[in-house]
């Protein structure tokens, strides 16, 4: 095999030429129906989703009301991804994404690796989606009078897991009553499921109805799709007006005091969490053979979807901590709780019914977004010829559009909703990054053909090292202690839920005994609560996990197993030092490099599990691209 066949690219005008041929080729051509309102109401389809209705209250009870600025930090590196969708939209105006432009920039062999990874951002990200939606509907159900039995509502994943970490709290003493409501319903769903042999039948059958729905109205049609998007846009934005509307009148300035209660780590560590609540915006990318004028809409759809959202997401987390403390907002649905808290019942209905409208219409752009990325690949012959089937009455992909079905709702009756979530993080960000490092390949070639849209040039020379400067000054003064524990790899002493759940029956007892023995007038026979209560006092949780009578693995991460977890940063900070290299030979243009840095950041902050699911992910797809793809390739073939 030729090895620099590997990185064979397409020109711009050789893409454009073959949209022009499709329909002599036997592939009709896709519906023109999207104006620039359109996208940008796509765009907030996409967005505002699992985000406002989920992951926010986390992120606030880390951060407190200065989780504002986590927000405002996502939509600035998010911009700065969005331009460099833009220019490459603008420049390549076809149904391809990010896999398109990286065939562009870098050759085949990349733009397979974005093309699979993109699986990971459309298909993973509905899954999350699906299985979120299943829990707000089965909540509305609930409240309505009408229970669904536990094992029909929730994956196999989460009520096998639930049902050993909630046996083990039992052991340690915590009664059935006093464990957390998640953990609660996973031993009930795990218990009381129906069993072959002793397989438990436990699948999330709301999760696969609501993808059998969606799949089927993508199926039919854009201009269906389009008119479905913009209703449920315009149900949720004014729910949303109407909480911040109602909401303003119980905020107290007090609950606003600390406004940074955790310093700048526990505004950061709701990265992951926020930066779900953005991905979307670039789905509208994947519409651009049905836009109207796609150089001149696409990149103003993405803008005003992000900049009305940010809007949205900074006005909701100030009235969700100025109604209630920061502390109390660690649920799955803080719009409703907050309202619940202070006895607005019918507000909590509302919010209910909207968010089951926001995720259908996430599901609905998500959904779109999968096909037409494996219609351009099978255009380019890197999947078969059947998946670039355009359907002749309704103009959609429809082969593609069918198999995206199957490949969400399968693993949505089964898989895990962090795992996922993480998985779909993951796969947007590399995509981000890729598409950001295009735009800096190319931004000195003069033979590419050019948008009508360009990003505003900034010489990153001298400003790209200074920022570098300025970012180690506050990590050696400010955050002096933690930047020192992450270099000379300090151990780290585990929470109190991972001890007790990784203590076998006995070893459970011997530390509640020696708890006891040195707190006699203790009267709680929950381990789990009593090791909390000590952690209140970072000093004194300390000395007490290190004389407990168990092995030092048990109470403290460290070496190789805390180090492994670092690696990702690690990977950054050198990354760093050769983009500031690259963009002092390059004179690189310093909204996409930063665009790139702030992705890499974001990635960094994911676990190294996600990072190696990841790779194994990549490892399958690229066994696919050397059986088929690449031998099938019409580069190859020409």
């Keep these: 095999m030729n090895f620099s066949n590997l990185f064979r690219k397409k020109t711009v005008q050789d893409i454009l030429n073959q949209v022009a041929k499709n329909e002599a080729d036997g592939h009709q051509a896709l519906g023109k129906h999207l104006t620039a309102r359109d996208l940008t109401a796509f765009g907030i389809a996409a967005i505002i ?126 009664s059935f009553e006093n464990l957390s409501e998640g953990l609660q319903a996973a031993y009930t769903a795990w218990t009381t499921a129906p069993t072959i042999g002793s397989f438990h039948l436990v699948a999330d059958l709301p999760a696969l109805l609501i993808i059998i729905v969606i799949t089927y109205l993508v199926y039919r049609g854009m201009k269906e799709s389009r008119n479905a998007s913009n209703l449920m846009v315009v149900v949720k934005l004014c729910i949303i007006l109407l909480v911040i509307a109602v909401g303003i009148f119980y905020v107290d300035t007090a609950n606003w005091h600390p406004f940074a209660p955790n310093g700048v780590s526990g505004i950061l560590k709701g990265v992951s969490a926020v930066f779900f609540a953005y991905i979307g915006f670039d789905a509208i990318s994947t519409t651009a053979e049905e836009c109207k004028d796609p150089q001149r809409d696409l990149p103003k759809g993405m803008m005003w979807a992000i900049i009305i959202c940010t809007i949205l997401y900074v006005v909701i987390a100030l009235v969700l901590t100025g109604m209630v403390n920061y502390a109390d907002l660690n649920v799955g649905d803080p719009l409703a709780f907050v309202f619940d808290k202070l006895n607005l019942k019918w507000m909590s209905g509302i919010i209910a019914v909207s968010a089951v409208v ?142 007790v759940t990784s203590l076998d029956k006995e070893q459970a007892k011997q530390v509640y005994a020696y708890l006891v023995a040195q707190n006699p007038t203790t009267e709680t026979t929950d381990l789990e609560a009593l090791l909390s209560s000590l952690n209140e006092n970072e000093t004194t949780y300390k000395q007490v996990v290190d004389s407990l009578p168990i092995d030092q693995s048990l109470k403290y991460e460290s070496g190789f197993s805390l180090f492994k977890h670092k690696i990702p940063m690690w990977i950054f900070l050198l990354s760093l030092v050769g983009f500031a290299i690259w963009s002092w030979k390059q004179n690189l243009s310093l909204i996409p490099l930063l665009g790139l840095v702030c992705c890499l950041y974001m990635m960094a902050e994911l676990s190294i599990w996600n990072w190696i699911y990841f790779t194994g992910w990549l490892l399958v797809g690229l066994t696919i691209y050397f059986g088929f793809s690449h031998k099938n390739s019409k580069l190859n073939k020409a």
């Design 358 to 499: 926001a995720m259908a219409s996430v599901l609905l752009v998500f959904q779109m977004g999968q096909p037409r990325i494996w219609m351009s690949m099978s255009r380019d012959g890197l999947l078969p010829k059947r998946f670039s089937k355009v359907h002749p009455k309704y103009h959609t992909p429809s082969y593609a559009t069918i198999v995206t079905g199957f490949v969400v709702a399968i693993p949505a009756l089964f898989l895990n909703l962090t795992m996922v979530t993480d998985l779909c993080s993951i796969g947007t960000l590399f995509a981000f990054v890729l598409v950001c490092a295009g735009v800096l390949v190319l931004q000195n070639k003069k033979d590419i053909p050019r948008g009508k849209f360009k990003t505003p040039y900034i010489n990153s020379k001298f400003v790209f090292p200074l920022l570098m400067l300025v970012g180690a000054f506050i990590a050696f003064t400010v955050n002096k202690q933690a930047t020192m524990d992450f270099l000379t790899n300090e151990k780290q002493v585990n929470a109190p839920a991972d001890i």
């Design 49 to 174: 989703g699992a985000g406002i209705f989920s992951t926010i209250g986390k992120a606030s009870a880390d951060g407190g009301p200065a989780v504002i600025f986590l927000f405002i930090f996502t939509a600035i590196a998010c911009s700065f991804a969005a331009f460099a969708y833009a220019e490459f939209a603008s420049m390549v105006p076809v149904s391809g994404s990010a896999y398109t432009y990286s065939y562009v920039a870098f050759g085949e062999i990349i733009a397979w690796i974005i093309g699979w990874a993109l699986i990971m951002e459309y298909a993973i990200g509905n899954i999350t989606v699906a299985i979120s939606w299943s829990d707000y509907f089965t909540g509305l159900l609930e409240s309505g009078g009408i229970h669904l039995p536990q094992w029909v509502q929730m994956d196999y994943l989460t009520a096998s897991n639930g049902f050993k970490d909630a046996t083990a709290l039992m052991q340690g003493g915590k």
